[in-house]
């Protein structure tokens, strides 16, 4: 088999790979939470401390050692947030602004998008924060208690504008 023969098989091989995990980081299922190191860190990266490996791999990692401690409706509901989250980053990543993008603007649009994915993970799954048992809602608090110490204005913040959401619907 000549040079060409091999070369061509090497790169289509490449290119088949490439498509396929292109399209896993278009698409997120929000079943793995590598996305955030896989298709996030690789598109953007930030480092250790950028909002996709500090943050939100993390955090996602936590949520899916504590998921046994969930209800159904609760374990539901994390699922279908973790989707969310990942499907909203997926398309700031696919958009026109790609070329813009840095690690600030990734870190704020991502907070901007965990209240509306808490509070309506439309189309992910069927529960709101607001809907979730006491212990289901403290098991979410225990889960991202360390948010307060490493992100607290965000924190304080996105926990302020969830209550008013669920409280008074605002």
């Known amino acids: 088999m000549s040079k060409f023969w091999i070369g061509l098989r090497i790169t289509l091989v490449f290119f088949i790979i490439s498509q396929v995990l292109g399209s896993n980081c278009n698409k997120p299922t929000g079943k793995d939470c590598s996305w955030y190191k896989n298709c996030l860190e690789k598109t953007i990266p930030c480092g250790s401390r950028g909002y996709a490996l500090n943050y939100a791999l993390s955090y996602c990692n936590k ?5 046994h401690k969930f209800s159904l409706k609760g374990r539901i509901w994390v699922a279908a947030v973790k989707k969310c989250l990942q499907v909203k980053l997926a398309s ?3 958009s026109k602004v790609k070329g813009k993008l840095n690690c600030a603007f990734i870190k704020q649009y991502a907070f901007h998008s965990h209240l509306p994915c808490y509070v309506d993970p439309t189309g992910f799954g069927t529960y709101s924060f607001c809907s979730l048992s006491v212990k289901d809602k403290y098991q979410v608090v ?15 913040k996105g926990g302020k504008d969830l209550m008013n959401k669920c409280w008074f619907n605002n």
Do not use: D
């Not at 949520?63 to 998921?67: G, H, Q, R, S, V």
């Not at 225990?142 to 304080?156: C, D, H, W």
């Open 63 to 67: 949520y899916e050692a504590n998921l």
């Open 92 to 94: 700031l990543l696919q």
């Open 142 to 156: 225990n889960t991202i208690k360390g948010a307060f110490l490493s992100e607290f204005m965000a924190s304080v």
